[in-house]
Structures are given as structure tokens and as C-alpha cells.
């Protein structure tokens, strides 16, 4: 299992990024997928999951309305969407997927910078 991540960096509160997680070594469109984040001195959180066909996701009650999570499963990839930044939501973003024994893979995490 290999989860690539891509997008983040720094913008301003109020801007909007784009992450990427391209996934390989598993049947993709097999299996729930997941964003999570990190701030310092904070445990890590989940952001926003979706089903295997994106028909059901879903949201911490503090990115809702601001972030859209969705998946591309002829890409193997999922997607992040994040507008309406504010500086709160500076963490380190990782994308997940969590097999059918239970372990969890971990994409190698993207820096997220919210500040003026």
C-alpha cells in the first residue's frame, strides 16, 4: 500500500488549497478513504471520509461547509478540497486508508499554513 500526497503550502485565511492523495498496491475503489490532520501539541483528527463510490461522506462539525472531500476512482486518487481557510486549520493533513484487519496506511503527510 502507497498513499502519495500532494498540494498544501502556505495562503492566507480566507484563500483555499487543493490536497491529492494518489493511492497503489490495493483495489482502491474497494475501500473507504480519509483525511486527517495534526496541529502541534494536538492528536491527530479525522478531517472527512468517503465511501467507495463517494456517495456517502463526512464531515468534523469544524470544516463543514468550508471542505469537500471527493475521489476519482479511475485515478486511484482522492481529493481534499479546503476554502475558506482560517488560521486553525494550520496541521500537517494526512490521507488514510484502513484495510479489512484494521491497520491503518498513512499517506507521508502535507504541511497546511494558514497565516497572514
Known amino acids: 500500500v502507497q498513499l502519495v500526497q500532494s498540494g498544501g503550502g502556505l495562503v492566507q485565511p480566507g484563500g483555499s488549497l487543493r490536497l491529492s492523495c494518489v493511492a497503489s498496491g490495493f483495489t482502491f475503489s474497494s475501500y473507504y478513504m480519509s483525511w486527517y490532520r495534526q496541529a502541534p501539541g494536538k492528536e491527530r483528527e479525522l478531517v472527512a471520509g468517503i465511501s467507495r463510490f463517494g456517495g456517502l461522506t463526512n464531515y468534523a462539525d469544524s470544516v463543514k461547509g468550508r471542505f469537500t472531500i471527493s475521489r476519482d476512482n479511475v485515478k486511484n486518487t482522492v481529493y481534499l478540497q479546503m476554502n475558506s481557510l482560517k488560521p486553525e486549520d494550520t496541521a500537517v493533513y494526512y490521507c488514510?486508508?484502513?484495510?479489512?484487519?484494521?491497520?491503518?496506511?498513512w499517506g507521508q503527510g502535507t504541511q497546511v499554513t494558514v497565516s497572514s
Open positions: 488514510n486508508v484502513r484495510n479489512v484487519r484494521g491497520t491503518d496506511y
